[in-house]
């Protein structure tokens, strides 16, 4: 059992890339849509780690280093079910829950959440989302 990070920083950010990411791909819903996007190569999937880490990095430290449009990203998508938002948010609780001690994986969980629902509200509530 290793020690339980009472601290965010670079470092544990990108182990918690490295094993939500490693989830997502294994995961039967998430699967297909992240390598549909993103494809099966290694450094692609290097690239969308860091990149993603750096939106991390700038809501949980705040950190001026993350420039993409991550809801512009989710509307391009391909349209996916509703609970699909579910099962990540459940794979990234359970990621965090194996780094950090619970009180630091509930505070990023709770902005993981938040920022779902506004995607959700978006694509579906709003009807902004690419209709198939």
């Known amino acids: 059992m290793h020690m339980l990070n009472s601290e965010i920083n670079h470092q544990n950010i990108q182990t918690l890339m490295d094993s939500f990411y490693a989830k997502v791909r294994k995961n039967k819903d998430l699967g297909p ?8 190569d290694f450094k692609a999937w290097e690239a969308h780690k860091e990149k993603i880490g750096r939106f ?26 509703r609970e699909h938002f579910e099962v990540w948010l459940n794979l990234f609780s359970e990621t965090l829950y194996e780094i950090y001690t619970p009180e630091v994986a509930k505070s990023i969980l709770l ?5 779902a629902q506004r995607f959700q509200t978006a694509i579906y509530d709003m ?4 209709m198939h």
């Open 33 to 40: 849509i992240f390598e549909g996007v993103i494809g099966t």
């Open 56 to 81: 991390w990095r700038q809501m949980l430290l705040g950190e001026n280093v993350f420039d993409g449009q991550p809801l512009k990203k989710h509307l391009e998508l391909p349209s996916f079910p």
């Open 111 to 115: 902005k993981a959440q938040m920022i």
């Open 127 to 130: 009807g902004m989302g690419v």
